[in-house]
Protein backbone atom coordinates (compact mmCIF):
# COMPACT_ATOMS: atom_id res chain seq x y z
CA UNK A 1 0.00 0.00 0.00
CA UNK A 2 0.88 3.50 -0.71
CA UNK A 3 1.81 5.55 2.93
CA UNK A 4 2.67 8.63 3.86
CA UNK A 5 4.21 9.75 7.64
CA UNK A 6 4.69 13.01 9.16
CA UNK A 7 4.20 13.85 13.11
CA UNK A 8 0.57 14.89 14.72
CA UNK A 9 1.42 17.81 16.27
CA UNK A 10 4.76 20.07 16.87
CA UNK A 11 5.15 22.60 19.54
CA UNK A 12 7.80 25.36 18.62
CA UNK A 13 8.47 29.11 19.91
CA UNK A 14 8.82 32.14 18.36
CA UNK A 15 11.64 33.27 16.44
CA UNK A 16 12.79 29.79 15.81
CA UNK A 17 13.61 26.62 13.69
CA UNK A 18 11.45 23.79 13.35
CA UNK A 19 11.80 21.24 10.72
CA UNK A 20 8.74 19.04 10.08
CA UNK A 21 9.97 15.34 8.46
CA UNK A 22 7.79 13.24 5.91
CA UNK A 23 8.54 9.74 4.80
CA UNK A 24 6.35 7.93 2.00
CA UNK A 25 6.40 4.83 0.84
CA UNK A 26 4.98 4.61 -2.29
CA UNK A 27 3.95 3.16 -6.01
CA UNK A 28 6.39 5.72 -8.08
CA UNK A 29 7.59 9.20 -7.41
CA UNK A 30 6.95 11.98 -9.83
CA UNK A 31 7.22 14.76 -6.84
CA UNK A 32 6.75 15.69 -3.43
CA UNK A 33 4.52 18.82 -2.52
CA UNK A 34 4.03 20.91 0.69
CA UNK A 35 1.16 22.79 1.74
CA UNK A 36 0.08 25.37 4.40
CA UNK A 37 -3.40 24.28 5.38
CA UNK A 38 -4.61 27.60 8.51
CA UNK A 39 -7.69 26.05 10.57
CA UNK A 40 -10.88 26.28 8.54
CA UNK A 41 -9.74 27.42 5.24
CA UNK A 42 -7.80 25.34 1.71
CA UNK A 43 -4.33 24.13 1.99
CA UNK A 44 -2.06 26.47 -0.36
CA UNK A 45 0.76 25.53 -2.11
CA UNK A 46 4.20 25.89 -0.50
CA UNK A 47 6.92 23.95 -2.48
CA UNK A 48 7.75 20.93 -4.81
CA UNK A 49 10.90 18.82 -4.60
CA UNK A 50 11.16 16.43 -7.82
CA UNK A 51 14.92 16.06 -7.41
CA UNK A 52 17.43 15.56 -4.23
CA UNK A 53 18.75 18.10 -2.42
CA UNK A 54 17.39 21.51 -0.81
CA UNK A 55 14.85 24.25 -1.93
CA UNK A 56 14.97 27.45 -0.32
CA UNK A 57 12.20 29.87 -0.43
CA UNK A 58 12.51 32.80 1.88
CA UNK A 59 11.96 31.35 5.29
CA UNK A 60 10.72 28.09 4.45
CA UNK A 61 13.46 25.70 2.82
CA UNK A 62 12.10 21.86 1.33
CA UNK A 63 14.79 18.92 1.35
CA UNK A 64 14.25 15.65 -0.71
CA UNK A 65 16.19 12.62 -0.40
CA UNK A 66 14.37 10.03 -2.68
CA UNK A 67 16.71 7.21 -1.97
CA UNK A 68 15.51 7.15 1.73
CA UNK A 69 11.72 8.15 0.79
CA UNK A 70 12.32 11.33 2.93
CA UNK A 71 11.73 14.98 3.26
CA UNK A 72 11.67 17.59 5.65
CA UNK A 73 10.03 20.88 5.71
CA UNK A 74 12.13 23.76 7.45
CA UNK A 75 10.66 26.86 8.64
CA UNK A 76 12.96 29.67 10.11
CA UNK A 77 12.26 32.81 12.20
CA UNK A 78 9.14 31.34 13.28
CA UNK A 79 6.15 34.01 13.24
CA UNK A 80 2.48 33.10 15.26
CA UNK A 81 1.03 33.55 11.48
CA UNK A 82 2.79 29.94 10.93
CA UNK A 83 0.53 28.32 13.05
CA UNK A 84 -0.83 25.98 10.85
CA UNK A 85 -1.39 22.46 9.60
CA UNK A 86 1.53 21.67 7.17
CA UNK A 87 0.81 18.48 4.80
CA UNK A 88 3.23 16.41 2.96
CA UNK A 89 2.12 15.07 -0.68
CA UNK A 90 3.77 12.58 -2.91
CA UNK A 91 2.79 12.36 -6.77
CA UNK A 92 2.87 8.78 -7.61
CA UNK A 93 3.29 6.69 -10.50
CA UNK A 94 -0.58 7.40 -11.91
CA UNK A 95 -0.23 10.97 -11.23
CA UNK A 96 -2.32 10.87 -8.35
CA UNK A 97 -1.27 12.97 -4.90
CA UNK A 98 -1.03 10.79 -2.01
CA UNK A 99 -1.67 12.75 1.17
CA UNK A 100 -0.03 12.55 4.88
CA UNK A 101 -2.48 13.50 7.39
CA UNK A 102 -0.79 16.61 8.12
CA UNK A 103 1.25 18.01 11.12
CA UNK A 104 -0.08 20.63 13.19
CA UNK A 105 2.11 23.31 14.08
CA UNK A 106 1.81 24.89 17.25
CA UNK A 107 3.95 28.27 17.79
CA UNK A 108 4.22 29.85 21.28
CA UNK A 109 5.57 33.36 22.02
CA UNK B 1 -14.62 35.41 -9.99
CA UNK B 2 -10.71 34.45 -9.50
CA UNK B 3 -9.04 30.83 -8.40
CA UNK B 4 -11.73 28.06 -7.57
CA UNK B 5 -15.40 28.80 -6.46
CA UNK B 6 -17.31 26.16 -4.31
CA UNK B 7 -20.85 26.60 -3.29
CA UNK B 8 -22.67 26.42 -1.00
CA UNK B 9 -20.14 27.11 2.09
CA UNK B 10 -21.98 25.06 4.16
CA UNK B 11 -24.96 22.67 4.53
CA UNK B 12 -27.02 20.55 6.98
CA UNK B 13 -28.36 17.53 5.01
CA UNK B 14 -30.78 15.10 5.97
CA UNK B 15 -29.73 11.73 5.31
CA UNK B 16 -31.38 10.30 1.89
CA UNK B 17 -31.58 13.41 0.21
CA UNK B 18 -29.64 14.00 -2.85
CA UNK B 19 -26.73 16.98 -3.02
CA UNK B 20 -24.63 18.84 -5.51
CA UNK B 21 -21.59 20.61 -4.47
CA UNK B 22 -20.65 23.07 -7.12
CA UNK B 23 -16.93 24.17 -8.08
CA UNK B 24 -16.07 26.31 -10.77
CA UNK B 25 -12.68 27.96 -11.87
CA UNK B 26 -11.42 30.49 -13.71
CA UNK B 27 -8.04 29.19 -14.46
CA UNK B 28 -8.86 27.24 -17.28
CA UNK B 29 -7.57 24.39 -15.40
CA UNK B 30 -7.44 21.20 -17.65
CA UNK B 31 -7.59 18.87 -14.33
CA UNK B 32 -10.26 19.27 -11.26
CA UNK B 33 -10.41 16.92 -8.42
CA UNK B 34 -12.63 16.80 -5.45
CA UNK B 35 -11.38 15.63 -2.01
CA UNK B 36 -12.67 15.17 1.16
CA UNK B 37 -10.80 15.94 4.41
CA UNK B 38 -11.41 13.89 7.77
CA UNK B 39 -9.93 15.08 11.18
CA UNK B 40 -6.85 12.75 10.93
CA UNK B 41 -6.81 11.88 8.39
CA UNK B 42 -4.91 12.95 4.78
CA UNK B 43 -7.25 14.23 2.00
CA UNK B 44 -9.00 11.88 0.13
CA UNK B 45 -9.53 11.60 -3.23
CA UNK B 46 -12.95 10.99 -4.41
CA UNK B 47 -13.42 11.62 -8.21
CA UNK B 48 -11.18 13.66 -10.91
CA UNK B 49 -11.20 14.64 -14.43
CA UNK B 50 -8.01 15.22 -16.15
CA UNK B 51 -9.67 17.40 -19.38
CA UNK B 52 -13.65 18.47 -20.06
CA UNK B 53 -15.51 15.34 -20.99
CA UNK B 54 -13.54 12.44 -18.77
CA UNK B 55 -13.90 11.81 -15.53
CA UNK B 56 -12.07 9.16 -13.06
CA UNK B 57 -12.38 7.49 -9.59
CA UNK B 58 -10.00 8.07 -6.36
CA UNK B 59 -10.07 6.54 -3.68
CA UNK B 60 -13.24 6.61 -2.33
CA UNK B 61 -15.72 7.16 -5.19
CA UNK B 62 -18.58 5.31 -3.42
CA UNK B 63 -22.10 7.40 -2.95
CA UNK B 64 -20.91 10.28 -5.39
CA UNK B 65 -20.68 11.22 -9.13
CA UNK B 66 -19.28 13.73 -10.88
CA UNK B 67 -19.43 15.31 -14.56
CA UNK B 68 -17.40 17.68 -16.19
CA UNK B 69 -19.63 19.39 -19.16
CA UNK B 70 -17.05 21.98 -19.66
CA UNK B 71 -13.42 23.39 -18.38
CA UNK B 72 -14.74 25.30 -15.65
CA UNK B 73 -16.93 23.36 -14.10
CA UNK B 74 -17.10 20.14 -11.82
CA UNK B 75 -19.92 19.46 -9.70
CA UNK B 76 -19.90 16.54 -7.06
CA UNK B 77 -23.19 14.90 -6.41
CA UNK B 78 -24.07 13.18 -3.54
CA UNK B 79 -27.46 10.64 -5.04
CA UNK B 80 -28.15 9.70 -1.30
CA UNK B 81 -26.55 11.17 1.65
CA UNK B 82 -25.38 9.24 4.50
CA UNK B 83 -23.92 10.56 7.84
CA UNK B 84 -20.90 9.18 6.88
CA UNK B 85 -20.72 11.50 4.05
CA UNK B 86 -20.13 14.67 6.89
CA UNK B 87 -17.09 15.87 6.22
CA UNK B 88 -15.28 18.99 4.63
CA UNK B 89 -15.05 18.62 0.95
CA UNK B 90 -12.55 20.44 -0.82
CA UNK B 91 -12.45 20.67 -4.75
CA UNK B 92 -8.82 21.76 -6.90
CA UNK B 93 -7.64 22.07 -9.73
CA UNK B 94 -4.50 21.88 -11.98
CA UNK B 95 -2.63 22.69 -15.35
CA UNK B 96 -1.10 19.47 -15.68
CA UNK B 97 0.03 20.23 -19.53
CA UNK B 98 3.33 21.91 -18.27
CA UNK B 99 4.38 19.29 -16.10
CA UNK B 100 4.06 20.62 -13.04
CA UNK B 101 1.12 19.37 -10.97
CA UNK B 102 0.41 21.78 -8.52
CA UNK B 103 -3.45 21.95 -7.37
CA UNK B 104 -4.69 24.91 -6.00
CA UNK B 105 -7.59 24.86 -4.07
CA UNK B 106 -11.04 26.34 -3.45
CA UNK B 107 -12.37 27.22 0.33
CA UNK B 108 -14.42 23.83 0.64
CA UNK B 109 -17.71 22.61 2.02
CA UNK B 110 -18.57 22.00 5.43
CA UNK B 111 -21.42 19.34 4.84
CA UNK B 112 -23.00 17.79 7.71
CA UNK B 113 -25.53 14.98 7.29
CA UNK B 114 -27.85 13.89 9.76
Known amino acids: GQNIDQPTEMTATEGAIVQINCTYQ??????LFWYQQHAGEAPTFLSY??LDGLEEKGRFSSFLSRSKGYSYLLLKELQMKDSASYLC??????????WGAGTKLIIKP | IAGITQAPTSQILAAGRRMTLRCTQD?????MYWYRQDLGLGLRLIHY???????GKGEVPDGYSVSRANTDDFPLTLASAVPSQTSVYFC?????????????FGPGTRLLVL
Open chain 2, 92 to 104: ASSDTTGGLETQY
Open chain 2, 27 to 31: MRHNA
Open chain 2, 49 to 55: SNTAGTT
Open chain 1, 26 to 31: TSGFNG
Open chain 1, 49 to 50: NV
Open chain 1, 89 to 98: AVLDSNYQLI
